[in-house]
């Protein structure tokens, strides 16, 4: 059976479900109210005349006015939920309370400053790579200016110390500022 089908059937048992819940209601709700207690009353036969003279029917119930007057209803509306109201916002939490203040303290004078150590000079020139057997490498410099060809240990344009000379790069030093790390120069750049 297809689920399409299974569906319909499905539907189908609901209906017959219902029409059979409805027919029992009607069935109790027909017994149990008023209305059906006046179709049993009228449903028995009426005695013949001639007889006791009493009729057997239902019973006459005086009609008293004060039943017909509206009595004012004990429900109370509440929220219309048709319409909008705005939330009801909760108290804001009370403020802190409030920090209690610094005292001021007294200025200092402020410290000396320390004279600033000199810095090493910056590089002019670009390391253009390096020749020579591996024990005697040659590094060569540039500084648009001149050329200068160096090995290991010496110094150049007076400021300047080469410390090590590899195939594309050449690490230099200053030789003022001894205790500085080299800086590496990459060939070209």
């Known amino acids: 059976m297809t689920p399409k089908r299974q569906k319909q059937v499905l539907a189908v048992l609901g209906v017959l479900l219902m029409v059979f819940i409805a027919r029992a209601v009607i ?28 009729v057997a029917g239902p019973e006459i119930v005086e009609l008293k006015m004060s039943d017909l007057e509206r009595k004012p209803s004990e429900f109370q509306p509440g929220r219309d939920p048709f319409r909008f109201q705005p939330k009801a916002r909760p108290k804001p939490p009370p403020p802190p309370p409030p920090k209690p203040r610094p005292q001021p303290q007294p200025q200092r004078a402020p410290a000396p400053q320390q ?6 000079p910056e590089p002019t020139f670009v390391f253009l790579g390096s020749f020579g057997p591996e024990d005697r490498r040659i590094a060569v410099f540039s500084d648009s200016a001149e050329i200068f060809n160096v090995i290991e240990g010496d110094v150049f ?4 110390v080469v410390r090590k000379i590899g195939y594309e790069s050449a690490d230099v030093g200053w030789v003022n500022f001894p205790e500085e790390p ?6 070209g750049g």
């Open 27 to 54: 069935k109790v709700s027909s017994s149990g109210s008023p209305r059906g207690k006046r179709r049993a009353a009228l449903s028995r036969p009426l005695p013949r005349a001639g007889g006791s003279g009493t």
């Open 115 to 120: 004279p600033a150590a000199p810095q090493p």
């Open 157 to 160: 344009k007076e400021a300047f």
């Open 182 to 187: 080299a800086r590496r120069l990459v060939a």
